[in-house]
């Protein structure tokens, strides 16, 4: 991560333009692309892809990566398929709607089923563009809500994906950033005749994700992060889903890999542990990080984000050059078989 000059702000890692970013992905052995993408319902999506260079082994699988709420693809979000595209990865995210450069209200996401619709047609567009991985395995990937994004995906779509990396999944709001009773009650009425209202009183999610303090001033710059309190109808459709997704764990059967901090206060480790537990997928890991917070992959120090880099890398790779299933549980630097 570059340091800043003398005299000016903190620039985030890849320079001030586009230029310098595609800069800084050719230094990362990587490609970068840029888009949009017009869908049937009506609004464009903004769309990322980070590739493996054109002169070098062809790709292992495709990666479809969802962020989580208030997040973009653009800022600290690249830091990961930077990663795994240097590693041979075709990796592939959008702005979800009302997020980043896409369409819609910031941070108004009314409708999470229309989201995964949106996850489908755009894989679609890309085995359209990309006919040379016609044949590829292809995996989800997502952090916090982006990781309830992929569990509704999966049951929407079961046979098309190899595998989920969930990276503290938001399966179900945490009691410890929930707002108390009768809260909710009295939001899911107003939500009926004012969604697009933010009003919701919570606390400031990326304060209470990122541990490592220089870095909470490079979250900040992202001109793209929403500020605002959350939407009365986004977080009475979270809640909807969380608790639709905490009834079904059982009927998760994607093979998948959940990561997730002790120390998290905006998604329940517990809940990732229920996921596993109950899960009737036959090749499951969970790796449970000891002192570890929200932003596994941007916001704890950099040798706690090389573990779990690693960790996700390991087994991706196993799941590209094996059948075979395993089932294991784990916390950081404790392997143990379940």
């Known amino acids: ?17 586009p230029a310098e970013e595609d800069d800084y992905y050719s230094q990362h052995g990587v490609r970068g692309t840029r888009s949009f993408l017009r869908l049937p319902r009506g609004i464009s999506l903004f769309t990322r892809s980070w590739l493996p260079l054109e002169d070098g082994p062809p790709p292992r699988a495709i990666v479809l990566m969802i962020h989580g709420y208030g997040n973009d693809v653009s800022w600290t979000f690249q830091m990961t398929p930077i990663f795994l595209a240097s590693k041979g990865f075709a990796c592939f995210a959008f702005d979800l709607e009302g997020h980043g450069r896409s369409d819609g209200l910031r941070a108004f996401v009314p409708d999470l089923d229309a989201v995964v619709r949106d996850c489908l047609a755009f894989l679609g567009s890309i085995r359209e563009r990309h006919p040379e991985y016609h044949g590829l395995p292809c995996f989800l990937y997502g952090e916090s809500m982006g990781g309830a994004i992929c569990l509704l995906t999966h049951f929407a779509d079961r046979l098309g994906f190899r595998g989920a990396v969930l990276v503290a999944p938001m399966c179900k709001i945490s009691d410890k950033v929930r707002p108390r009773w009768p809260i909710p009650e009295i939001l899911s009425m107003v939500a009926k005749v004012l969604p697009t209202l933010p009003i919701v009183p919570t606390a400031d999610i990326m304060l209470k994700s990122i541990k490592v303090e220089e870095k909470v001033a490079v979250a900040e710059m992202n001109p793209m992060r929403y500020r605002g309190k959350p939407r009365l109808g986004t977080v009475m459709e979270l809640l909807r889903v969380t608790e639709q997704l905490s009834r079904k764990l059982s009927d998760v059967s994607i093979p998948f890999i959940v990561l997730h901090g002790s120390a998290d206060v905006v998604t329940d480790p517990m809940v990732s542990r229920m996921l596993y537990e109950e899960a009737r997928s036959e090749d499951k890991t969970i790796k449970i990080y000891e002192g570890m917070m929200h932003s596994l992959l941007f916001g704890e120090t950099d040798e706690n984000i090389e573990i779990v880099r690693k960790d996700i890398l390991s087994w991706l790779e196993y799941r590209c050059t094996s059948t075979s299933t395993s089932t294991t549980t784990s916390t950081a630097g404790n392997l143990e078989s379940a």
Request: aromatic share 18%; glycine share 12%; net charge negative.
């Open 1 to 17: 991560m570059a340091e800043s000059e003398p005299g000016r702000p903190f620039r985030h890692y890849w320079g001030d333009t």
